[in-house]
């Protein structure tokens, strides 16, 4: 099997997430994926100097899209692409540019907005929080210490009711700082997308993002972050690029691809 397995997103060589990545979309794409060894199998369908297009499998369904797929498939095929393409998967079209070594791939302006809310389902009492938006809203709270954020225990039925009485479809805790080289750690939580905790998301890292952005508290010497998601068990490392807009921030988000094969 003509097959390639990358490590995306991962921590020191640790977590992250695994993907395939097959250079052609011939035959039973969903019966290859099945057989790959990797939980994410994305199939290249076409490629040019500025685009690629893919397909993207769990071992059981189509999965649409995917950071993470995108990412490897676009370290796969580094050596034949400018610097800066477009990605097309799920019915979208992804801007990508490469930033150092790694492959950032645009989320866009998050819509945020503060308010009051009561968590006292999830243990966390009533505090500042915010709503921010990427299409789908997620709510975002702030806690203390990284010690709290490793800490939290998810409940789904808690979490879901959490979301349901703010009006979001995730949850987002965000500590300040993190070990090594991070500028913020955060935990994801989607009971209402199908997810108990995602391991890396791009979408929901964005979010917090612009909740930043939005209580003026990004650096001002340079438009770079790193950030640490800290699911228990898989941690992974994204790259963040900023930039002020009208509107809000605009965000980048992606990070390394390891061949292990």
């Avoid at 040019?48 to 769990?58: D, G, K, N, P, Y």
């Avoid at 966390?124 to 709503?131: D, F, K, N, S, Y």
């Avoid at 989607?190 to 939005?214: H, I, R, W």
Wanted: hydrophobic letters at 45%; charged letters at 20%; aromatic letters at 4%.
């Amino acid at each position: 099997m003509n097959v390639s397995i990358y490590r995306v997103l991962s921590e020191a060589g640790e977590g992250g997430k695994l993907v395939a990545v097959f250079p052609d979309a011939d035959d039973d794409l969903q019966a290859r994926a099945a057989e790959a060894g990797a939980p994410l199998s994305v199939f290249v369908q076409s490629a040019s100097l500025s685009e690629i297009a893919l397909r993207v499998f769990t071992p059981v369904k189509e999965k649409g899209s995917s950071d993470s797929a995108a990412i490897a498939a676009l370290a796969h095929l580094r050596t034949n692409l400018l610097d800066v393409a477009e990605v097309q998967m799920g019915g979208e079209t992804l801007p990508a540019q490469l930033c150092g070594s790694e492959w950032l791939l645009r989320q866009g302006v998050p819509d945020v907005a503060e308010r009051e809310a009561d968590l006292s389902p999830i243990g966390l009492g009533t505090r500042r929080v915010w709503i921010s938006s990427l299409g789908r809203p997620n709510l975002v709270v702030e806690v203390s210490t990284l010690a709290a954020l490793d800490a939290f225990t998810p409940n789904a039925e808690a979490i879901s009711a959490v979301n349901q009485s703010t009006d979001t479809t995730g949850l987002i805790l965000l500590a300040a700082g993190g070990l090594g080289r991070a500028d913020l750690s955060f935990r994801a939580f989607g009971p209402l997308k199908g997810f108990q905790e995602d391991a890396a998301s791009s979408n929901m890292l964005a979010c917090t993002v612009g909740v930043l952005g939005a209580s003026n508290r990004l650096p001002a010497d340079t438009n770079l972050l790193r950030a640490a998601q800290r699911m228990p068990g898989q941690p992974a490392q994204l790259s963040v690029q900023f930039g002020e807009v009208g509107t809000g921030v605009e965000v980048w988000v992606g990070g390394s691809a390891t061949p292990l094969t």
